[in-house]
DNA sequence: AGCGATAGAATTGTAAACAATTGACAGATG
DNA sequence: CATCTGTCAATTGTTTACAATTCTATCGCT
């Protein structure tokens, strides 16, 4: 066997899948701003395909959530108000709840080393200044978590809400200022994990989604979480 | 304004939604079998759609993970393996346990007599032997945990779940031995909600669905929950 | 007899044309 | 002058036809 090339199945994605792929990556960006009308004969003619393919990648991301259908009217760009952003929250931190504590039933140290060079990540582009690559480390602190579970379902859902997550990021240019605590909370989570304190794990980070709520929202409200203590 | 009509605006269901709603019916209810091919002519024959709606609404399914697509072959019902399975449940107690969360404190009192309203019902069906409203009482129960609980994120990613539960119960033909204990479990869920205890009912909704693993998959392996005590 | 290649059939992916519904603007009427 | 109605333009929803890819079965060869 050749070396150098990693023989993995030829992937044919499908059209529908690419178009959905990219257009979740334009939404996430905030290429299309939020309430925004997808017009579909103008986005067919932008990337080149047919109407079929594209109504097809449309239904995916409606079904994700991202997109909302009016009958002939239209697709728009979904708005989150506040309240829909926190009950995001509450899912996201379902999740990544959950895998915590899939976590630390497995092998938590590699875990908890690979999400610790995660936050050395964030500190490298907190150092640069580099806020784009500030979300990048963030959000792959998160996917990693759940990833590192070894759950299909959970990193499923999650990656949807991960979108979600940069589109809120993006559209409120949302600020980072205190990223000493903003990374501190970040180790926190990984050092519980390291640890097997799955408890801990899952207090801090649901401490952590709050703080990011707060940051994401106007009225401060209750918090997402509530602590198992 | 005439009375007896309650003049709710008309909602034009979309095309692909309905074949979507009545697709995901039939695979929940053991009527294609998993594993199956769906061929699109058939299906569009069948429905008394084109082929253009029909796509669309598989494309949901696939989003949703009830149909695989293998490109130039056909789609295809998804086949859960016991690992599959175990993994669905994780992320079903993660929305489930979060749902709880968010019960204990809003309105828990009324949230607990609407559950005990449904276990009242699951003893009714026990009664009467009817094993298939015995399944509906017990899917509704935990519906209605989500629904509850408020939040639309959670009761998206919930109804997604309870067609693949269905799916797995309705193929399983899972044995419904033990019944009481079944019923009681349900009862204690609702009353540790009643009672605004979060910990204990998140505690004992993690057991309850280790006991419905148990009946779902032949191995036993290590639950999908563990205790916070 | 077993293996390989080739041809055929079936199915999906794509595209373009057609039909139906909606929203807005303009004109008529009280 | 305000309001209602009718027409028009634009967009979506649906259907039909066509192209490309893949599986299968048969035929020939070793």
């Excluded at 449309?58 to 697709?75: A, D, F, K, P, Y």
Aim: negative net charge.
């Amino acid at each position: 066997m050749p070396q150098g090339y990693s023989l993995e199945p030829v992937v044919q994605e499908s059209t529908p899948s690419i178009i959905a792929r990219k257009l979740r990556y334009a939404i996430a960006h905030g290429e299309v701003a939020p309430g925004s009308q997808l017009g579909e004969a103008e986005l067919a003619r932008e990337l080149g395909v047919s109407r079929g393919p594209l109504r097809e990648a449309m239904q995916r991301l409606t079904q994700e959530g991202l997109l909302v259908s009016i009958r002939n009217r239209g697709l728009f760009v979904i708005e989150m108000t506040d309240a829909e952003i926190r009950d995001m929250y509450v899912l996201r931190t379902a999740i990544e709840s959950a895998a915590c504590k899939l976590l630390v039933r497995a092998d938590h140290v590699a875990a908890g080393n690979d999400l610790l060079a995660k936050v050395a990540k964030m500190e490298n582009a907190s150092n640069a200044g580099d806020r784009a690559a500030m979300s990048d480390a963030d959000l792959a602190f998160h996917e990693d978590l759940v990833a590192l579970s070894g759950s299909r379902s959970l990193a499923r859902i999650h990656s949807t809400l991960m979108t979600e997550t940069r589109m809120c990021l993006t559209v409120l240019q949302a600020s980072y200022r205190g990223t000493e605590e903003w990374i501190a909370e970040h180790r926190g989570i990984a050092e519980a994990i390291l640890d097997g304190n799955g408890p801990l794990a899952e207090l801090r980070l649901g401490e952590h989604e709050d703080d990011a709520l707060a940051r994401l929202t106007n009225s401060p409200s209750e918090p997402a979480s509530v602590s198992i203590a």
